[in-house]
């Protein structure tokens, strides 16, 4: 459930009129909702502590706004980086260093000693190499780094290629059949401490029987870990919940993820960690966008919007759908294809789709855009870098200004030698 609906034939935002927003800030521009960003922190917490003693850490590359982040700090939820700019992010939007746990598959140096020196909860390791250079690191400041093993459980997450983690293909997490070696030489190391395990297997899931089979085979090297000695208190279970982008999807409800986790992680005995992006920020948030032209087109018009691909790239990257949906909807249809400005054939929402009848000047969204939407932008076509807008109740403000074309241009330069 979001809080973008209809009232009086208006597509509001809370209790605040998109088109309000259009007209103070302009388009294209995202719009996150605080309920809907809230509700969905609260269904998820509640949902996996049916499991027992849990942290959630939110994947801020899914939406890494300071609003945003405000919002899911002021829910107890910590954070989830992937870079020393989402570490950053993750401490400015308040949340506690304790809290945030360090994923990725190719921290730097830097970036190691940055988390150690902030005092970050947890480092999740890819590869052996890097356990032993942050022990050094640590072990000259030191302090002890918390840690875990990132472990790919070759298991097929059956979502698409492109988000797909967790198979032994995939660069992500070190084989599972080598975690056990791995974990005897890491653990002794001074400035360790290597206290578990975890995975994250793919996004937008469809089915809970992969992450089942995926947490079942952890559970087993769990229980190995255990009885070469080694004391497992942490185990992070990763993120990937889909969300429904369209109103046949069916995914799995948090609720039903939760009593999942509660049954196969049952005895473990041990603070179950989770990433959890889409399934809080997807559908808290839309694109909303300017019809600039229906153009006649040789099978279906052409909606050109004032959205591309460049603002949301979800769909050219990934074949994604999201919903396109009329702020003043008429109530009647048709069909047609949904296209932005960029020059390239794949800026195009949707193709030969029965959306509302729109014209030139009306107002639309697309859906389900607050996760990996705003976060994935690029100025392609030198387009301005799209504003974002928190909205509360009757409130909102913007969170992400509008970063025109000139005030990229301006970290540009020209050479000397080409000047004279
Ligand atoms: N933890 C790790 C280690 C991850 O790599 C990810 C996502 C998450 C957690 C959060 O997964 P989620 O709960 O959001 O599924 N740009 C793509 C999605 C890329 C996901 C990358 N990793 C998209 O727009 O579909």
């Known amino acids: 459930m979001d809080h973008f609906q209809l009232k009086n034939g208006e597509l509001y935002a809370e209790d605040v009129p998109l088109a309000r927003i259009a007209e103070a800030v302009g388009t294209p521009v995202y719009v996150y909702s605080t309920a809907t960003l809230q509700r969905h922190a609260r269904v998820f917490k509640a949902a996996v502590a049916q499991a027992g003693r849990t942290h959630v850490a939110f994947a801020i590359k899914a939406n890494p706004n300071l609003g945003v982040l405000r919002v899911l700090a002021n829910e107890g939820f910590g954070a989830d980086v992937v870079s020393g700019g989402e570490l950053k992010r993750a401490l400015a939007a308040g949340m506690a260093a304790k809290d945030i746990v360090f994923s990725g598959v190719g921290k730097t140096r830097a970036e190691l000693a940055m988390g150690l020196d902030e005092g970050i909860g947890q480092f999740n390791l890819e590869l052996e190499e890097e356990g032993v250079v942050l022990a050094q690191l ?22 698409h290629d492109k988000i797909s983690t967790g ?7 070190l084989p599972i059949d080598e975690a056990v070696e791995i974990f005897d030489r890491l653990a002794p190391l001074e400035g360790l401490n290597l206290r578990g395990v ?13 992450l089942e089979a995926a947490f079942t085979r952890i559970g087993k090297l769990v229980e190995q870990l255990r009885g ?20 046949e999807d069916n995914p799995p409800s948090p609720d039903e993820f939760g009593a999942m986790v509660a049954r196969v992680t049952k005895g473990w005995d041990v603070e179950l960690m989770f990433e959890p992006g889409r399934v809080i920020a997807a559908n808290a948030g839309v694109l909303l966008t300017e019809i600039l032209w229906v153009k006649p087109g040789v099978i279906q018009p052409w909606v050109i919007v004032d ?11 990934y074949d994604a759908w999201h919903d396109f949906a009329a702020v003043r909807p008429s109530g009647e249809t048709m069909t047609a294809n949904v296209a932005g400005p960029v020059c390239e054939s794949s ?31 690029s100025t392609y076509n030198s387009r301005a870098l799209v504003p974002e807008v ?11 200004g509008r970063i025109a074309a000139e005030t990229i241009m301006a970290a540009e330069g020209v050479p000397e030698w080409l000047k004279q």
């Open 138 to 159: 640590a072990a000259a400041r030191g302090v002890t780094a918390q840690a875990t093993l990132r472990v790919n459980p070759n298991v097929d997450a059956g979502t």
């Open 167 to 173: 198979k032994a293909e995939n660069k992500f997490g």
């Open 198 to 210: 975890a995975l994250h297997i793919g996004s937008q899931l469809q089915s809970l029987d992969p």
């Open 228 to 247: 070469r000695g080694h004391a497992i208190t942490h185990v992070d279970l990763g993120g990937g919940l889909g969300v429904p982008y369209r109103a």
């Open 307 to 317: 959205a591309a691909m460049n603002d949301l790239a979800r769909v050219a990257m």
């Open 347 to 377: 800026d195009v929402f949707a193709k030969a789709r029965v959306i509302d009848v729109v014209k030139s000047g009306d107002l639309a969204v697309l859906r389900s855009a607050g996760a990996y939407g705003a976060t994935m932008a």
């Open 390 to 400: 928190l909205v509360s109740g009757d409130r909102f403000e913007v969170v992400a």
